[in-house]
């Protein structure tokens, strides 16, 4: 069955420190992946987006993500974290031809100081 | 630009009321989705429309739930009956259609079946 895997519910990163959340797919082939950000009452808003070629995208507030096809991932990952990063991060998939998406449970990231 | 509005933003009503989401699109968007968010199941797709057709409703919970989209640029999804499982946060979402296509949601609907 098609699905999307993250495996962590709740990463806890202390400011400045570097953030990788994980993503693991499971599809026939490749799909489109998205990863996606949610704010305490607030509805998702699109981090990144990758559909084909260089596999690292570059994405909006410091996050860039890698897609590694031979372990079906889509790591999101940012250098530095900042206390206004603290928010629910969702990987969501689009098989090519669809346009709806299928999200993963989602990781929580708590920022400490 | 406006994005994605939803209304009302809470909603608390009884066991067997009726109730009506509302979500008016970005304007220029043709798509439109609704998804329901719980901490069980998390995000589900519950309806996909494309050019105001329903394109994909295997999401649609049961005969309680109906959506439509009466123009271009707004949408309804309506619960009747409603029950107390139906309490989640249901957030519509629309896009220029085509898999490539970012999705810009609301800020979702809070509804609590007492």
């Known amino acids: 069955a098609q699905s999307v895997t993250q495996p962590d519910i709740h990463i806890t990163v202390s400011e400045g420190a570097s953030l990788e959340l994980r993503c693991n797919y499971s599809?026939?082939?490749?799909?489109?992946l998205f990863w996606y950000v949610q704010s305490p009452g607030q509805g998702l808003q699109l981090l990144l987006k990758?559909?084909?070629?260089?596999?690292l995208v570059q994405g909006i507030k410091g996050f860039e993500a890698e897609f590694k096809r031979s372990q079906s991932s889509f790591n999101l990952r940012k250098p530095s974290v900042h206390w206004s990063d603290a928010a629910e991060y969702f990987c969501?998939?689009?098989?090519?031809?669809?346009?709806?998406?299928?999200f993963g449970k989602g990781t929580m990231l708590l920022v400490s100081p | 630009d406006a994005g994605v509005i939803q209304s009302p933003r809470h909603e608390v009503t009884e066991m067997g009321q009726e109730v009506t989401l509302r979500c008016k699109l970005i304007s220029g968007h043709n798509s439109l989705f609704w998804y329901r968010q719980t901490m069980m199941r998390g995000l589900e797709l519950l309806i996909y429309f494309n050019n105001n057709v329903p394109i994909d409703d295997s999401g649609m919970p049961e005969d309680r739930f109906s959506a439509k989209m009466p123009n271009a640029s707004f949408s309804t999804l309506k619960i009747q009956p409603s029950e107390p499982r139906d309490s989640a946060v249901y957030f519509c979402a629309s896009s220029l259609g085509g898999p490539d296509q970012p999705q810009h949601f609301g800020d979702g609907t809070r509804l609590s079946i007492l």
């Open positions: 969501a998939v689009s098989p090519k031809g669809y346009s709806t998406l299928t």
């Open positions: 599809y026939g082939a490749t799909p489109y």
């Open positions: 990758y559909f084909s070629g260089d596999t």
